[in-house]
């Protein structure tokens, strides 16, 4: 497909462009970042988000989303080719003007707080031309995923070799679980319930409602993920992660907290945790944090390990956008069959009895009464006094305001 022509910064001119194009397209104040993470939390309806995300992988195209933006600007290419990524489709389907591969400049040119339009191929920030790209559409979208899926298999050998470099230099922790460390939480013979902010979290731990307040289990939130256990009612018993993108106020809801460290023990979170005069246990892996949590609950005797928001696919493995993905294929291979995905939680674990068939039986159980009370003379002595009790409450009520009586 060929590309079309791009320009960054202002036109050599300096002139302005026409405003007519103001009527037409996408106009917001410009929110830019680098980390898209970091810049869904800032995020505003109608804003325009400048983004710098090579790959753009679906949880934070969802996050994007759930910000309602009035237009994205990719300075990468949102699909790269590599695989095929599953961010920008849903972008696209969410009616969300996307202008992708405008280039690295844009970054530093365009100021935080400007107002920005969205016409067609270009970006145009103070009535001036900040970016040109490419516009995403559904056609393009699709004609992206077919050239990705050509790459998909030379992907697949990189994932291998990563997958062979993990196993050779985490063996001992995978085999043996040397190096995992002791923690406060009792684990041993419970079952944990692992939550990561990623696909379909909320749903899933909706569904789970039933599954926890019967079963109990440990709550461990891997970073935000711990806050996605507040905001679903709950309280984390245990928080793991490198504290990137975990809140204050998480992490000062008592849990027990465990910072995910580099295999030579730098560990970046620790210090914001220790500044919050929280104690914390350092535990140096290589991987991601989801990994070390199911490691670190089937090394201290969990019995089940339900999993929400974590990756099972290899897709999702390089939509993670890293190689140290390759140890969630092992992790899972270690924890064996402790570990359960939360939506097949959710199809083992279902109410036998659902809350209809609980009104169709008390409906029934009041009409068996009152038929019972209408044809027996028992029944009937029984409504009779309870008539005359009525009678007797009404009338002391309605003396209590004169004039209100029958």
């Not at 600007?73 to 699909?79: K, L, M, Y």
């Not at 204050?248 to 295999?263: P, T």
């Not at 019995?303 to 140890?327: C, N, P, Y």
Request: hydrophobic residues 45%; aromatic residues 4%; glycine residues 10%.
């Amino acid at each position: 497909m060929a590309r079309r022509r791009r320009g960054h910064g202002v036109t050599a001119s300096g002139a302005a462009v026409g405003s007519a194009a103001d009527a037409d397209g996408a106009r917001g104040t410009v929110r830019v970042d680098r980390r898209t993470k970091r810049l869904t939390k800032r995020l505003r309806p109608g804003d325009i988000a400048v983004i710098d995300h090579l790959d753009l992988d679906r949880v934070s195209a969802e996050a994007l989303v759930a910000c309602a933006p009035a237009a994205v600007v990719n300075a990468s290419r949102s699909t790269s080719g590599r695989y095929p990524n599953l961010g920008p489709g849903i972008l696209v389907e969410a009616g969300i003007p996307v202008l992708d591969d405008v280039g690295p400049e844009v970054m530093a040119e365009l100021s935080e707080g400007a107002t920005g339009t969205l016409t067609e191929d270009t970006l145009l920030v103070d009535q001036r031309v900040a970016a040109r790209g490419r516009r995403l559409s559904a056609d393009v979208v699709a004609a992206d995923m077919e050239t990705a899926r050509a790459g998909l298999s030379l992907q697949l050998e990189a994932f291998a070799a990563n997958t062979m470099e993990y196993l050779r230099r985490e063996r001992e922790l995978l085999l043996d679980g040397v190096g995992v460390p002791d923690i406060r939480t009792d684990l041993d013979g419970r079952h944990v319930l692992i939550v990561v902010r990623g696909y379909h979290y909320k749903e899933d731990l909706v569904t789970l409602r039933p599954y926890i307040r019967e079963y109990k289990p440990v709550l461990i939130g891997v970073d935000g993920g711990a806050d996605a256990i507040l905001e679903a009612g709950y309280k984390p018993q245990l928080i793991v992660g490198d504290m990137d993108s975990v809140s204050d106020n998480a992490l000062r809801s008592g849990a027990e907290v465990v910072v995910h460290a580099y295999r030579d023990g730098r560990a970046p979170g620790l210090e914001r945790v220790r500044s919050l005069g929280i104690d914390a246990v350092v535990f140096p892996a290589t991987g991601t944090s989801e990994d070390v949590a199911m490691l670190l609950a089937d090394d201290k005797g969990a019995t089940l390990i339900a999993a929400v928001g974590t990756h099972v696919t290899l897709v999702e493995f390089l939509d993670k956008g890293r190689a140290g993905m390759a140890s969630t294929f092992l992790t899972r291979l270690r924890v064996g069959g402790k570990l359960v995905d939360a939506k097949g939680v959710s199809r083992l674990y279902r109410s036998r009895v659902s809350d209809a068939q609980v009104l169709v039986l008390v409906l029934a159980g009041v009409l068996a009464l009152v038929a019972a009370l209408l044809v027996t003379p028992t029944g009937q002595a029984i409504l009779a006094v309870t008539g005359a009790r009525l009678e007797d409450a009404w009338a002391w009520v309605a003396g209590l305001w004169p004039g209100q009586g029958p």
